[in-house]
């Protein structure tokens, strides 16, 4: 039999729920706390002053509330002092961004590259630039917490190792490991799809949503699936690989070995291929072939139909599956998904089962590209929001 929880265990418990009702929710009155956590008035009290002596959570009265009586006090998360560092490294574009204690993006960076193989030593030294410069420019009071980043393809998340990145030519770099010993702080590494899907759950369009599919486009597409308010990881954590379905048998060259899979006839070199701008990569080609489009060309309207339809198979099949409430359409898939809404939703009546696709929501990111940025500063922030004392203990040793 398990002993009860000591006072000590209660307290840490009770710290770390509340600092995660601000972190999710924003600033709350210490009634709202209370009421949440089931404590009384001054067991909430005790807590907020822990947090604020620690610098993790102030306090400030409410605005005008029209109501008699001593208005209750607001606890608001730390986020100008108290940051996490979010990396996001995709087939095309490194990006980094400091987010504060409650999400609130301060500062971001971005650099584009062009797509193909990439060396994990330059990759790597260019991520620590970024992150020591941001770093630098934080202000001397400011605490980092850790350190999280979202990699486009499969990570052993365990250890931050990179087991396979199809569309930049990796296999079994040690990500976390190196960015750690470089920069000297925590860092977990998660895929860019399931970072991007979680992010959405709870900061985007997903709000509440327990059944979510999320679709991110690059250069190639990945999905982060959640069902029953978790994310299915598989064994070994490298569930979501949707991109790599197999839509069109004997199809198009993917960057996987295979052909026809989703990303092969649907991604943003589908695209480019069909409307014939090989002049162009990355989001400047998808948006410029979705102007053409809008303003009538042929061939663009054409390319995205063509690509459309190829989506629309791959969510009727995901419909199909996992009969979510809700499939999410982001990166560069948000455009295309917008430009190309008829021939997937007139897909999806064909070939989704009339009972899973009757109330499925077909929505666009509310993120954007940040979307797994903000996932992956839920990665930096795991350790504080677990047990906020002592980590902040840690770090300043």
């Keep these: ?42 067991t909430i009290l005790a807590l907020t002053a822990d947090l604020a002596a620690a610098g993790l959570v102030s306090e400030e009265l409410p605005g005008q509330t029209g109501k008699a009586g001593r208005p209750s006090l607001v606890v608001r998360p730390e986020s100008e002092r108290v940051y ?16 504060g204690l409650g999400g609130v993006i301060l500062d971001r960076r971005e650099t584009r590259r062009p797509s193909g193989t990439f060396d994990p030593n330059d990759v790597i030294g260019a991520l620590v630039d970024l992150a020591e410069n941001m770093i630098r420019g934080s202000g001397p009071e400011t605490v980092c917490v850790g350190v999280g980043v979202a990699f486009c393809g499969m990570v052993r998340e365990e250890d931050g190792v990179v087991r396979y990145g199809p569309n930049i030519g990796w296999v079994d770099v040690p990500v976390g490991a190196r960015l750690s010993e ?101 989001r400047a080609a998808v948006e410029a072939i979705v102007d053409a489009a809008a303003r009538g060309d042929a061939t663009a309207r054409d390319a995205l139909h063509q690509v459309g339809d190829w989506l629309g198979y791959g969510v009727a099949n995901l419909v199909n599956i996992f009969n979510p409430t809700m499939v999410v359409f982001g990166g560069v898939l948000r455009e295309i998904y917008l430009a190309s809404a008829a021939q997937v939703r007139s897909r999806l009546a064909v070939n989704g089962l009339l009972a899973v696709r009757e109330r499925v929501r077909l929505r666009t990111s509310a993120l954007a590209d940040d979307a797994p940025l903000v996932g992956a500063a839920e990665l930096a922030f795991a350790d504080v929001l677990t047990d906020p004392l002592q980590t902040l203990a840690r770090i300043s040793n």
């Design 182 to 282: 470089r920069l000297g702080l925590r860092v977990v590494v998660g895929n860019n799809a399931n970072l991007g899907a979680l992010a959405e759950r709870e900061r985007g369009v997903g709000i509440g949503v327990a059944d979510m599919i999320y679709l991110h486009g690059e250069v190639g597409i990945g999905g982060g699936i959640i069902m029953g308010g978790k994310l299915l990881g598989g064994e070994g954590g490298y569930g979501g690989e949707v991109g790599h379905m197999i839509v069109n048998p004997g199809g198009r060259a993917c960057t996987c070995g295979s052909y026809g899979c989703l990303e092969a006839e649907a991604g943003e070199l589908a695209l480019i291929a069909a409307a014939g701008r090989a002049d162009l990569t990355g």
């Design 1 to 42: 039999m398990r002993a009860a929880p000591s006072p000590d265990e209660i307290r840490r418990q009770n710290l770390a729920v509340l600092l995660r009702h601000v972190h999710s929710s924003g600033p709350m009155s210490r009634t709202a706390l209370a009421e949440r956590m089931g404590l009384n008035r001054s």
């Design 84 to 99: 996490g560092l979010a990396l996001d490294v995709g087939a095309d574009r490194l990006a980094v961004a400091r987010v």
